[in-house]
T-cell receptor, first 109, second 116 residues
Framework: EDQVTQSPEALRLQEGESSSLNCSYT??????LFWYRQDPGKGPEFLFT???AGEEKEKERLKATLTKKESFLHITAPKPEDSATYLC??????????FGAGTTVTVRA | NAGVTQTPKFQVLKTGQSMTLQCAQD?????MSWYRQDPGMGLRLIHY???????DQGEVPNGYNVSRSTTEDFPLRLLSAAPSQTSVYFC???????????????FGPGTRLTVT
């Protein structure tokens, strides 16, 4: 059974204080690892897809990396608008996504 | 493009009532799915479909039915609502492709359901 564990559950940052979120996973035959952002009362919004160990992707202040067992989402010099819940999900060969419980990030001005 | 749309946004049911949550997408995606989201548990897959006429169960299918008569629509039916089905429900869709790569799922805005 595919498993996805995200840590920490919650992260409080000062504006400009860089940090990292962790997503560890076990899956048979990884097709892709996805990062989503979810704002309160909204549906998840796609951020990145990573396919193989060593791959990195960047978007503004966010950078996602992938190893064979985990993925990191690095937030560099965060701003209050980066406050959200960040979700990690893995997809195996059957197209089904398995999600972690998420990390809620709060950035204070 | 409207993307993925869901109706209603909010719903309150009494135990034992039935209802249908509507989901539609205008991106011609083959793959559609329903999730429920509960505090501390993440998104859990209820049912999914890889094309019109094809549906399958996810992680938590009990108490829910789906059908897919068209590419665009994927309704979720609650047969006899129970308080344990109080949750936020999300519909999602994606392109499937034929190669080794995965494609991101696009999510609707959600339906917040309360069963009393």
């Amino acid at each position: 059974e595919d498993q996805v564990t995200q840590s920490p559950e919650a992260l409080r940052l000062q504006e400009g204080e860089s940090s990292s979120l962790n997503c560890s996973y076990t899956v048979s035959g990884l097709r892709g690892l996805f990062w989503y952002r979810q704002d309160p009362g909204k549906g998840p919004e796609f951020l990145f897809t990573l396919y193989s160990a060593g791959e990195e992707k960047e978007k503004e202040r966010l950078k996602a990396t992938l190893t064979k067992k985990e993925s990191f989402l690095h937030i560099t010099a965060p701003k209050p608008e980066d406050s959200a819940t960040y979700l990690c999900a893995v997809q195996a060969g059957d197209y089904k996504l398995s999600f972690g419980a998420g990390t809620t990030v709060t950035v204070r001005a | 493009n409207a993307g993925v749309t869901q109706t209603p946004k909010f719903q309150v049911l009494k135990t034992g009532q039935s209802m249908t949550l509507q989901c539609a997408q205008d991106m011609n995606h083959e793959y559609m799915s329903w999730y429920r989201q509960d505090p501390g548990m993440g998104l859990r897959l209820i049912h999914y479909s890889v094309g019109a006429g094809i549906t399958d169960q996810g992680e938590v299918p009990n108490g829910y039915n789906v059908s897919r008569s068209t590419t665009e629509d994927f309704p979720l039916r609650l047969l006899s609502a129970a308080p344990s089905q109080t949750s936020v429900y999300f519909c999602a869709s994606s392109y499937m492709g034929q190669g080794e790569f995965s494609y991101e799922q696009y999510f609707g805005p959600g339906t917040r359901l309360t069963v009393t």
